[in-house]
Nanobody, 121 residues
């Protein structure tokens, strides 16, 4: 069984910073891409950032220059450093990882339960 657990959300004032963490646990052979998504009330889930197993990154236009995604492969953990936060960044942030459970098996998407980020004006 594989679990993704996010942490680090909370309430912050506009202009502030937060750092989210996402850790994969359980039995698996490998992790490919890890990504962050977010979903604000009444809106569709939005892709935020992605990082490959080799460290290549990409970002959604709304967070470029403010958010930084990183990972520690030894800890099976991805991070999202969020700076210069705006009220429009308020959302539930979800982590997704593409994981291979067993060697020779199939890569599959796994999602965390989400962590709330609220930015006050």
């Amino acid at each position: 069984q594989v679990q993704l657990v996010e942490s680090g959300g909370g309430l912050v004032q506009a202009g502030g910073s937060l750092r989210l963490s996402c850790t994969a646990s359980g039995s698996f052979f490998g992790i490919n891409n890890m990504a962050w998504y977010r979903q604000a009330p009444g809106k569709q889930r939005e892709w935020v950032a992605v990082i490959s197993s080799g460290g290549s990154t990409d970002y959604g236009e709304s967070v470029k220059g403010r958010f930084t995604i990183s990972r520690d492969n030894a800890k099976n953990t991805a991070y999202l450093q969020m700076n210069s936060l705006k009220p429009e960044d308020t959302a539930v942030y979800y982590c997704k990882a593409i994981i291979l459970r067993v060697r020779g098996g199939t890569w599959a998407d796994y999602w965390g339960q989400g962590t709330q980020v609220t930015v006050s004006s």
